[in-house]
Structures are given as structure tokens and as C-alpha cells.
């Protein structure tokens, strides 16, 4: 299963050039780095990036994560996965821009 984590253009470069990261500024205050789902991926934008330009989704294959990654109960009740530890470049499958077009983040249409 994919799932998206989504970077502001400066958290993009930094673990693009360093290899690792623990995470933007939301993640390092909650202890862990915050994933969605396909389905969860265009609320999130939404919620958390209304009206950020510049931002980068990356793709993830959850069975490469191993049992750092839990899913737990967050926004409406769904199950969130979240990464207890490092993430690696290396894991990363995929990054494309997210672009901001009228009023709205536009998502590639094979997000699976």
C-alpha cells in the first residue's frame, strides 16, 4: 500500500540533500512523521497547507517502513499512519510537485 507525505519546498531540499529526516516542524513537536493515505492525502493539503505553493508529495510503500509504522486514530476518527524513526530517501518511491491552482492543491489522478 502507498502512502503520502507531503513537504513544504525547504523540508523537500533538506532531506533531499541529506538523506533522512524526522520530519517537518509538526512532526518533530508530535514525536513522529505523519503519513496519509490516498484517500486522506487532498484533506490534509488541505487542512494543514491551504494556500501553500511550492509544496512536494512523496510516495511510500508501507511494507519498506516496517514496524516503525503505526496506524493510529486521528482526524475523524480515521486510522493515520505514523513513522516512529528516520525516514530515508531511499524508501522513497516517488516525489512530484503538488501544484496550487484555483484555490486548490492538484493531486497527480494516479494516486493509488
Do not use: N
Amino acid at each position: 500500500m502507498l502512502i503520502y507525505k507531503i513537504f513544504r519546498a525547504d523540508e523537500w531540499a533538506a532531506f533531499d540533500t541529506q538523506g533522512e529526516t524526522l520530519g517537518a516542524a509538526i512532526d518533530l513537536s508530535d514525536g513522529f512523521i505523519h503519513f496519509s493515505t490516498a484517500e486522506q492525502a487532498a484533506e490534509t493539503a488541505a487542512k494543514h497547507f491551504a494556500g501553500v505553493e511550492g509544496l512536494m508529495l512523496l510516495a511510500f510503500d508501507t511494507e519498506t517502513l516496517g514496524d516503525a509504522l503505526k496506524w493510529e486514530v486521528s482526524r475523524g476518527d480515521a486510522l493515520f499512519p505514523h513513522l516512529f524513526r528516520a525516514l530515508k530517501r531511499s524508501e522513497m518511491l516517488w516525489v512530484k510537485p503538488l501544484p496550487f491552482v484555483d484555490g486548490a492543491h492538484q493531486f497527480p489522478e494516479d494516486l493509488a
